[in-house]
């Protein structure tokens, strides 16, 4: 499968070309999976079902069969309003403006795949690679979130065959810290290689951002 991530909210959409058939592969929170799964119907051209080896799956096949009944009809249109209100409000601003002139989920979601769904697989993992390493932790809430979305590339990578190495990894993560973590990137730098971890890095920058918050609010504590 090709994969392609990016939504707001730190959340990610992903357009899958599968093996065999059309196949869009759209991944969104937990909670959003289960609101459109409740929007979408069987008598739609758009069907959702759940794999439990996959992501939450939409297959665009025919319109409407019944359009004869007008009851089937309406509820036709009304869930597809719906469904594509939801897809609007969850991409992102700069996905919007390829499909502002788009009206159905299932035109969206092809015209998305067009031009974010790569089927090179190198072109992807060079996409993924920019993102790895343009991530900076000034752009996160947290050290948490940081890690969080490093997390996410790397995954993504590696579900898409590039073997990326643990050590560049770890040393991608403190590449993406600013020049006030400078002394923790020192310290952790002069660790022994075989210490130097993804794993003994994502522990000391959890403890070195829980320090700074005690830190900070001690000193709260004093001024007031």
Not at 13 to 30: R, S
Not at 95 to 117: G, I, N, T, Y
């Amino acid at each position: 499968m090709r994969t392609m991530k990016k939504l707001k909210n730190e959340e990610a959409i992903v357009i899958t070309k599968a093996d065999k058939g059309n196949v869009l592969v759209i991944m969104y929170g937990e909670s959003y999976n289960n609101e459109v799964e409740n929007l979408l119907h069987p008598d739609t051209y758009i069907k959702l079902r759940k794999d439990p080896t996959e992501n939450t799956t939409v297959h665009p096949v025919e319109e409407l069969k019944d359009a004869k009944d007008p009851g089937k009809v309406h509820l036709h249109e009304a869930r597809q309003s719906k469904a594509f209100a939801k897809i609007s409000l969850a991409i992102g601003d700069e996905q919007q403006q390829h499909v502002q002139h788009l009206s159905s989920p299932k035109d969206v979601w092809e015209e998305l795949e067009r031009l974010f769904a790569p089927r090179d697989s190198k072109l992807r993992i060079l996409q993924l690679r920019r993102q790895l390493y343009a991530e900076k932790l000034e752009n996160c809430a947290s050290v948490d979130a940081y890690l969080g979305r490093m997390n996410r590339i790397v995954s993504e990578l590696v579900s898409i065959g590039d073997r990326i190495d643990d050590g560049d990894v770890a040393m991608t993560i403190l590449c993406g810290l600013p020049k006030k973590w400078d002394v923790v990137v020192s310290s952790m730098c002069n660790l022994p290689e075989s210490e130097l971890s993804c794993a003994t890095v994502k522990c000391r920058l959890l403890a070195e951002w829980q320090r700074r918050i005690d830190s900070d609010v001690s000193s709260v504590e004093a001024d007031c």
